[in-house]
């Protein structure tokens, strides 16, 4: 599996930008890179996904290097509802199919 | 109603029953995966389904057994729960199979306490 790292915590200030980093180093060609978000206890919220290009979309922008081997999460202006654990993930494809596996995330605490 | 429902939401049971948890989407999607979240921890993926009949283990399918008879069902077995199986489990569905590439739904979630 591609395995991705990120930071186990991170704080930001409310009204500020979140950048939330994402270390996939051994991700190969054709897997893309999501990102989701779980708030308590809930189900996990997709955010956004991405292959090379950057995406934005109406919740946050995903920034892909160069190499692939790193993305970045921004949240434009970090609300308190915000607070949640954000995961990068890599879609791993195989011959039965496709499936994400979710790591440990990276909790964002955002501050009044 | 339209979506992605998970039964029972809570459980207890005892050590070396059998337990079955429910997953049933209405969207018609090809895929549908199993995770577990122990307290404090990430999601780890138990099983998934690409389609009806197709199955495949994720990291952690020891002590789990799953069928897909039916493209809008997905139940998830616990043979002979043990304590460790205690976790909140979720159901998630998502049209891969149809060419898209974008999210997975999740289920609420089902709360299982093994005593």
């Known amino acids: 599996d591609a395995k991705t790292t990120q930071p186990p915590s991170m704080d930001c200030a409310e009204g500020r930008a979140a950048n939330l980093p994402c270390n996939h180093s051994?991700?190969?060609?054709?897997?893309?890179v999501y990102w989701y978000r779980q708030i308590h206890s809930q189900g996990p919220q997709y955010i956004i996904h991405?292959?090379?290009n950057n995406e934005t979309n109406e919740m946050a922008s995903l920034i892909i290097t160069e190499d692939r081997k790193s993305s970045t999460l921004i949240l434009p202006h970090a609300t308190l509802r915000d607070t949640a654990v954000y995961y990068c993930?890599?879609?791993?494809?195989?011959?039965?199919?496709?499936?994400?596996?979710f790591g440990e995330g990276t909790q964002l605490t955002v501050n009044p | 109603d339209a979506g992605i429902t998970q039964s029972p939401r809570y459980k207890i049971t005892e050590t070396g029953r059998q337990v079955t948890l429910m997953c049933h989407q209405t969207?018609?999607?090809?895929?549908m995966f199993w995770y577990r979240q122990d307290l404090g921890h990430g999601l780890r993926l138990i099983y998934y389904?690409?389609?009806?009949?197709i199955t495949d283990k994720g990291e952690v399918p020891d002590g789990y057994v799953v069928s897909r008879s039916k493209t809008e069902n997905f139940p998830l077995t616990l043979e002979s729960a043990t304590r460790s199986q205690t976790s909140v489990y979720f159901c998630?569905?998502?049209?891969w199979g149809q060419g898209a590439l974008g999210e997975l739904f999740f289920g609420e979630g089902s709360r299982l306490t093994v005593l």
């Open positions: 389904s690409a389609a009806a009949d």
């Open positions: 051994t991700i190969s060609g054709n897997e893309y």
């Open positions: 991405g292959l090379k």
């Open positions: 998630a569905s998502s049209d």
């Open positions: 993930i890599v879609r791993v494809q195989e011959t039965s199919g496709s499936r994400l596996t």
């Open positions: 969207w018609s999607h090809s895929y």
